[in-house]
């Protein structure tokens, strides 16, 4: 009995002194959510949030979506709020406008935005227009959500980037996220906007993970349409892109750094309307700038900005000409090697900025 009296205070006294002892404590991991998965927070939250909101497109419903962004929502929400179209999208986008003009938010998707040349029509002329043309009468809150720009292997017919198209467009707000943060504030912005917005996704993007704050998990964050991001600070070169090219910049600017040359890199998050005033304080900065887009060159994304910098202030601070990195101007190409060359890679960044800079 003292024996067992004995291990019992002399156990006692190790667990009390294991208690007081310090152990060395990892950090809690940050979490990871892949694109996809924001984009599918970001509409269970707002399906959730607002009665008036709902989802329709080509197999988003029972087949859980072709790219899978609409996972679990079918069983959630039911056929009424989440509704499998036919294969017709100038009849499903028609709906789809209607709707939102008789009150409703409907999260219209293209299986690629590419189809929705067939639906342009209802893009533009209707849900665009009809504020202006109904003098502030008639709001169209609509958001038209999809894949955007190159994929791979999926040639000409599959391959368009529409950022240029569509931000061409007075009366649509256009969007085009990066990572899973972008996706989820953005997506709720668009969903909760009262304009029509085009909400260009990436299909190589959306199996991608990022690291997201404790902000962005929580179901009231939004991030503001038409405000860029600045996703690396910067003294020597500005580089602005959207999309799953910002990835190419901060991978080209990593590179860049380790022979002392800091890029600022620009995430433009929102292609109209454009935060010009964020590039040109970045320009004013730096003294230099890159467009970087996976589109065709004419009339593009790129273009635009080197337009409205020769109109702005920013023009008298550069210290070389501004140059633009973009997609060959030509239909995609099937051949792997082919479709390689005609997008912008990270070498060919590297070697702009070392031609702006004259290194």
Aim: aromatic letters at 8%.
């Amino acid at each position: 009995m003292a024996s067992l009296r004995c291990f019992l205070r002399s156990g006692k006294n190790a667990v009390s002194a294991v208690l007081r002892r310090e152990f060395h404590r990892t950090p809690p991991a940050a979490v990871q959510v892949t694109v996809r998965d924001a984009l599918n927070q970001a509409m269970d939250e707002e399906l959730e949030r607002d009665e008036r909101v709902f989802l329709l497109g080509e197999e988003v419903a029972q087949y859980d979506g072709a790219y899978k962004v609409s996972r679990g929502l079918w069983k959630k929400y039911g056929d009424k709020r989440i509704i499998d179209t036919p294969i017709t999208e100038m009849g499903f986008a028609g709906i789809a406008v209607g709707a939102a003009m008789a009150g409703l938010r409907p999260i219209c998707e293209f299986m690629t935005f590419n189809f929705s040349m067939q639906a342009i029509d209802q893009v533009i002329n209707s849900a665009a227009k009809t504020y202006y043309m109904s003098a502030g009468l008639q709001p169209v809150p609509i958001v038209f959500r999809g894949p955007n720009g190159a994929s791979a292997g999926v040639a000409a017919q599959h391959s368009q980037c529409f950022a240029a198209w569509y931000s061409h467009c007075p009366g649509l707000k256009v969007v085009s996220p990066w990572n899973a943060e972008d996706a989820k504030g953005l997506l709720k912005a668009a969903i909760r906007d009262d304009n029509p917005v085009v909400f260009l996704e990436n299909e190589l993007m959306y199996g991608v993970p990022f690291e997201i704050s404790e902000e962005a998990q929580s179901k009231d964050f939004v991030i503001p349409i038409g405000k860029a991001k600045i996703e690396r600070q910067g003294k020597h070169i500005t580089l602005v892109s959207h999309s799953r090219m910002v990835g190419l910049c901060l991978d080209a600017a990593a590179v860049l750094a380790k022979e002392g040359i800091e890029c600022e890199v620009i995430n433009m998050r929102t292609i109209r309307p454009l935060d010009a005033e964020a590039i040109e304080t970045s320009v004013m900065k730096t003294n230099h700038l890159i467009t970087v887009e996976g589109g065709w060159p004419q009339f593009g994304v790129g273009a635009e900005i080197l337009a409205r910098l020769m109109e702005g202030p920013a023009f008298n601070y550069l210290d070389a000409p501004a140059v633009r990195v973009t997609g060959v101007d030509i239909p995609m190409p099937y051949a792997k090697i082919l479709e390689d060359n005609s997008i912008p890679q990270i070498k060919d960044i590297i070697f702009s900025v070392k031609k702006t800079l004259n290194i």
